[in-house]
């Protein structure tokens, strides 16, 4: 991970410097180095987070709070891939027992999933995210209007490595599960 994470910042960091100097094009390129360059640390993030066992604190979190914060992590983006990008939360949603930059991973691996369905898909799609409460318990999802999942892909969606994506790795959704099972959930 320390030798791919140097070179990525190296790299992160010249397209950053170039950004002052460059004309709107090169701008336009130093901005796609540097949104390729956040993707594959996330990859090494996943890799290493999938690797070590998830270590649990859990605290009451503001569940609309986060939803809105991943809203916002994610709206240039979405503006990008003109997606449609929302999020329907119940005012009664409340708080749930997690660890908030985990569960935060796992909404925004959703939405990372959620989005690259998106990309072979028609422009004008759409993203919701949802939280309801229902007894104790909180209900997230993440609906996008992408083209689903044969039975086949359904039934080894959370194996690990398993992946319908050409440049996946596979280890997003059963890292997602495993903290979620942590949670309780």
Known sequence: AHG???????IRSSAELSLE??????REAANDIIAE????????RELLSYARPVEYSGR??????????QLAGFQREAERRHIAFSADVAADVG??????????????????NAFEAMQQH???SRVVLGAVRKDKRVFI???DDGPGMTPEQLARVFKPFYTTKPKG???????????????GG
Not at 21 to 26: F, I, L, V
Request: aromatic share 2%; glycine share 10%; net charge negative.
């Open 95 to 112: 708080s749930a027992l997690a660890d908030p930059p985990l569960l935060g991973q796992v909404i925004g691996s959703l939405i990372a």
């Open 4 to 10: 791919i994470r140097n070179p990525l910042a190296s």
């Open 122 to 124: 028609q422009q004008g």
């Open 21 to 26: 100097t460059a004309d709107a094009t090169g």
């Open 169 to 183: 790795l596979g280890v997003g959704l059963p890292l997602a599960k495993r903290i979620v099972e942590r949670f």
């Open 60 to 69: 009451p979190v503001d569940v609309a709070a986060l939803m809105r914060e």
């Open 37 to 44: 360059v956040d993707r594959l640390e996330g990859w090494v």
């Open 141 to 143: 999802c993440v609906e």
